[in-house]
């Protein structure tokens, strides 16, 4: 939301606006993938008298699917790039937090910021103990994503006029990607006017900060944007880290141990977390590498292959699959998109996008240093000055 304006002035409106649609469009496409993996994971199970997932038991994740489906080593695999994403995930958050709060606040120093923040998140959302105690917290983060929305279309046109652990922890998680399309109509509303609005109003200074506060004015209304983004980076670090802490209970063998062992066991993820998040403290960078070699496997390339491993291969699977495919032509039109996915994703995505990613970081290395005490300070700094 924040970094989007950004990459909107990098791309251009033309070709930003009608890709965000396309991209929205197949991360649907995969999400009804992922459903039907799940669904066919867990009769699969409940065939053999071997489920133990559903509510308040053993959570379910991506890689026990794809091993269950695909195979031991792919499930590994799996298992080994999700972790990365979640955690870049995680890591992007703190340095969210530490870079709002440094717009707050430049007397004291992003890396200072991040020790404080990464310490906050450490002693707090670490305790949460599973996806259905977030229901309160994520009413809260929309509050703020949605004020933020707001806030940043008024300031722009101001300026012109002058996951497959969620499935399981649904009631029906045969249902999840019916309602997942729905949520991209709320998606649409914090990402795409104020990404276009703002490069209408600020086209040279949006293309220089990756972070939409650079552009707008300093004011109380910017101010309550950046402490509620930051509230809502609380919950996303949350979010996106808890399936880590799951795979790491079930590592140690914490996974189905009272709270008071369970929950405390988690504690070296998110110290290993923050401690990246003060090595490398590249906001951009880190999104770059969790969009491309992430997000590329988890969201597009791993649903699209195990779909085409689980049902390709054979007539049988798919006569007998749980969960039918729902676009015209069925299943030679489902499979088609699902190699196209596959292949575009996996040499795009991962492998240009991968490489790209890997020479700005070790850019920002080289110009920054490790553990830089603070990253594009000088810009905020002049920002504020200039907008305030």
Known sequence: MLALPNAMANTGIRAGVPLLFVYSIFSMFTIHLLTALYAEYKARKVKTGKWEGGHDKKATQYFDVITDLVGYWPGRFVLLITIISLCSTGIAQVVACSTGAYYLNTSITKRTWTLIFGAALSGTMTFIPTF?????????????????????????????????????????????????????????????????????????????????????????????????????????????????????????????????????????????????ALLLPFYNTINAIMGSFGNSFTAFVFPAGAYLWVYGRSAEARANAPKQPFLPGGWATQLTLCVFLFIWFLVFGVGFGMWASILNLVQNVNTYSAFAECYQCAGIIKTNQLNG
Request: proline fraction near 6%.
């Open 132 to 276: 259905r105690h977030f229901r309160i917290y994520n009413i809260i983060s929309l509050t703020g994503t949605a004020y933020s929305a707001v806030y940043l279309i008024v300031a722009a046109t101001c300026k012109l006029n002058g996951a497959d652990e969620v499935i399981d922890a649904m009631f029906q998680p045969s249902k999840y990607d019916t309602v997942y399309p729905f949520s991209y109509l709320y998606t649409y509303f914090v990402s795409t006017p104020h990404s276009i609005l703002i490069q209408l109003a600020n086209p040279t200074a949006n293309r220089e900060f990756g972070n939409v506060y650079g552009v707008v004015p300093v004011s109380a209304a910017r101010d309550v944007s950046i402490v509620l983004m930051i509230i809502h980076q609380f919950v996303a670090y949350a979010l996106y880290v808890t399936p880590v802490f799951f795979m790491w209970e079930k590592l140690v063998g914490t996974h189905q141990k009272p709270l008071w062992i369970r929950l405390p066991s988690r504690l070296p993820v998110s110290l290993f977390v923050w401690f990246i």
